[in-house]
C-alpha cells in the first residue's frame, strides 16, 4: 500500500479552495432565493401604522420641507411598494388641516436601508414631461429601468 504525504502548504491550499467552493455554493443559492422572492412578491400598499408606509411618508415629507419650507401631512390617495421602490401619490395639507395644497406624487428609492425622494412628479397640466401626459410612466421607467412595474398606477 502506498502512502502519500502533502506538504502543509498543499494541505492548506486544498482546504482553502474547498471552503471557496462551499461559500460560492451556498452564497449563490442564497441570491438566487432572494432574486426568485424579488420576482414573486407581489407588490404592497403597506397600512397606517407600518413602519415601511411612515419611512417612506417621512422621507417625502422631508423632502418637502427642503423645497417648500413648510410642515405638512399627507393624505394617501395611492402607495405602493416592491424591491425598495415606491410610487406614491398623495393630497398635502398643514398639520392642522386647514390648508390644503396640491397632489403630490412621486417615486421613492430605498437604498442602504433609507427612503429616499428618486423623482418627484410634475403635475401641470398640458406639459409634456407630466403626469398628464399618457407616456409619462414609460418615460420613467427608461429613467428607472429597475422600477417594479407592479408599483406604477394604471395609466
Known sequence: ????YFSP???????????MGIFTVC????????????????AQTPLPGNPVRKAVL???????KHLH?????????????????CWVHTLPQSPDGKNRYEDISALLHRKEGVWRVAELACTEEEN???????????ELKKRFPKVPEEILPEK
Open 69 to 85: 419650507k413648510s410642515d405638512m401631512i399627507f393624505v394617501v390617495k395611492y402607495l405602493k411598494v416592491k424591491n425598495g421602490w
Open 128 to 138: 409634456p414631461e407630466c403626469l398628464s401626459n399618457p407616456a409619462y410612466f414609460s
Open 1 to 4: 500500500m502506498r502512502h502519500y
Open 58 to 64: 417621512d422621507a417625502l415629507r422631508q423632502k418637502m
Open 27 to 42: 452564497t449563490a443559492s442564497q441570491t438566487q432565493k432572494e432574486n426568485i422572492q424579488n420576482h414573486t412578491t407581489p
Open 9 to 19: 502548504l498543499t494541505s492548506v491550499t486544498v482546504m482553502l479552495f474547498l471552503f
